[in-house]
């Protein structure tokens, strides 16, 4: 049967009441405004009046009339018996005795609500569904729980639970054959070729193609990242993303990604028709960017943990281990400097004179004269040895960053000694992703795409090759890049600045200054925003998928009249309402 994908329980609440309305639920739907407060005066008998309260209350809510009058809950007829004043609501009983009296009141209900029946509004729901199910991922349950409430909404009368489970298949089975063959008709027919064949386990290889794509090295480290990369390449190679879908909503895409990613690769290949095409290109299209997002994330955990981290922890620990050289050199060099300083600057001593004049000369006293830098240089080597004082002096030029440089010199000098583990990388990285930036991450990606070119250069790379980007040669690189001693003049220590580099991208990327095109997780958040073009594709879809008018004005007046309405109705029964006082000016 066509309803059986219902649950019991939507089967079981469709034009039926499965629970006891709630209080919002009564006041909603039972709550008898003032026209149909009017009808209802003019039947005869607390019985019949009470009855046509219940059927405007009951079509309104379930958008069906019931039969049987005992099947309304004793809430709701509570309800409507107190706002009639039926003393003895009890009587509803008697109701059901005349059935042309309920088909009579169904009549007038029908007239006063203004009520359609299904097929007047089989075309309006048609759009409706089709609208769903084309800009959302709404499963047939969940389509045909909306339809209910559209109908409702709409004053519709509900049909048969099988009449209304078919236009749900149907209308849905069209809309998503209709995404399928879109995509395909886009697709050309030698990628179709190509896609197919990512399904079958190549001679040798141990999983499909697809199945490799899809899975994420997780592998920390520079040939980790080389196959992030390659993985990347590979998917990238197909071009799905150059496929135009922009007649398909992107959720529709992710659904048909979804599965792609998801189910395995025979399964896959047992899709019929249209479908099989077009899931492997929405897979493909998704793996565009879950590929750059992975291998972004591994890029992102070897700087941090592998390559950064550990060059730190590498030069703590040299700097741990060098510190009873420093030490030894540092208490050598305080020795020298407090010699300097007990010597005074001048010293005083007696002229030599003849010993006829020796008397006189005593009486006159000693001669005062400035010590000698020969005789300061004896006093310093008698406490420390001229030779020790030069090598502790070297020892503390080697140990202890001169004026002016940043704490990172140490580390990332270490770091520069790691090259080899970027080295097989660093030009995918460069050339494969398609990167983008903000206006201060720009420099960051001119750099990383001039990266490779620099390499090329080898031992001959200068500073002209890299003047475009000198400012990111900022700190403690400007001396490993520029004052390598072992480099001539105007050459540049190329591992220094691959590293340079690379620091100044694992930063960006992590304050969104860079990112890459395409990407979801590091990609630029603003491509989260719908484009104009896109908008204006799928603008008359989407709005009926939500029913808002394209002039968001109309929905604000609407809103506003409601809200209107509903205050204005409220204040017209505060004074009969038993349940309510109003004393001070304060609703109780």
Request: hydrophobic fraction near 45%; glycine fraction near 6%; aromatic fraction near 6%.
């Amino acid at each position: 049967m066509s309803f059986q994908y219902l649950s019991e329980e939507q089967r079981a609440r469709y034009r039926r009441f499965l629970t006891d309305p709630s209080p919002e639920d009564l006041e909603r739907f039972f709550y008898l405004d003032a026209d149909a407060l009017v009808e209802v005066a003019k039947k005869r008998g607390p019985h019949n009046r009470l009855g046509w309260g219940l059927k405007w209350g009951t079509v309104r809510m379930l958008g069906t009339f019931l039969a049987d009058p005992g099947d309304v809950p004793h809430v709701a007829v509570d309800y409507v018996a107190e706002q009639l004043g039926v003393a003895d609501p009890s009587c509803i009983k008697h109701y059901a005795e005349r059935l042309p009296t309920q088909h009579e009141h169904a009549r007038e209900i029908r007239e006063l609500l203004e009520l359609r029946e299904f097929a007047e509004a089989e075309a309006e729901l048609r759009v409706f569904v089709a609208s769903r199910a084309e800009q959302t991922r709404d499963s047939r349950r969940e389509l045909f729980d909306r339809a209910v409430v559209w109908l409702i909404e709409n004053r519709v009368l509900l049909p048969g639970i099988t009449t209304l489970a078919a236009l749900v298949t149907s209308v849905r089975a069209e809309r998503l054959a209709a995404v399928n063959e879109h995509l395909v008709e886009q697709t050309p027919v030698e990628m179709r070729r190509e896609l197919l064949e990512t399904l079958v386990v190549p001679t040798g290889k141990k999983v499909s193609p697809l199945e490799w794509m899809r899975t994420a090295v997780s592998v920390v480290s520079g040939a980790g990242m080389k196959e992030a990369l390659n993985r990347s390449v590979a998917v990238w190679a197909f071009g799905a993303g150059a496929v135009d879908a922009g007649g398909v909503a992107p959720v529709k895409l992710t659904e048909l990604a979804a599965y792609g990613m998801s189910a395995k690769a025979p399964k896959i290949g047992q899709l019929k028709g249209s479908r099989r095409v077009a899931t492997l290109l929405a897979t493909m299209r998704n793996l565009e960017g879950v590929s750059v997002d992975d291998a972004l994330l591994l890029f992102d955990l070897l700087m941090s943990t592998k390559l950064l981290a550990r060059a730190s922890r590498d030069e703590k620990n040299a700097k741990l281990k060098s510190l009873p050289k420093l030490r030894k050199a540092a208490l050598q060099a305080e020795s020298a400097l407090r010699a300097v300083l007990d010597t005074p600057m001048t010293q005083q001593e007696q002229p030599p004179q003849p010993d006829d004049q020796a008397e006189e000369s005593a009486e006159s006293g000693p001669v005062v004269r400035e010590t000698t830098a020969s005789e300061m240089i004896a006093r310093i080597a008698s406490v420390v040895p001229i030779e020790q004082l030069e090598a502790a002096l070297a020892v503390i030029k080697e140990l202890v960053p001169p004026a002016g440089e940043d704490e990172d010199l140490a580390w990332r000098a270490e770091l520069t000694n790691r090259f080899a583990s970027v080295r097989g990388f660093v030009e995918l990285l460069a050339d494969t992703i398609p990167w983008g930036g903000t206006d201060a991450g720009a420099g960051v990606v001119a750099a990383l795409r001039g990266l490779p070119r620099v390499l090329a250069y080898g031992k001959h790379a200068g500073v002209q090759h890299i003047a475009a980007h000198k400012d990111l040669v900022a700190g403690s690189w400007r001396r490993l890049v520029y004052d390598n001693p072992e480099l001539g003049e105007r050459l540049i220590d190329r591992h220094a600045y691959t590293f340079c580099v690379l620091e100044a991208l694992w930063s960006a990327l992590r304050s969104k200054d860079v990112y890459a095109v395409g990407a979801d997780k590091s990609g630029d958040p603003r491509a989260k925003l719908i484009p104009d073009a896109l908008w204006s594709v799928h603008a008359p879809s989407i709005l009926t998928a939500l029913g808002l008018p394209a002039d968001p004005a109309e929905h604000l007046r609407k809103l506003s009249g409601d809200l209107d309405g509903i205050y204005r109705e409220l204040a017209d029964s505060l004074e009969a309402n038993p349940a309510i006082t109003i004393k001070d000016g304060r609703l109780s």
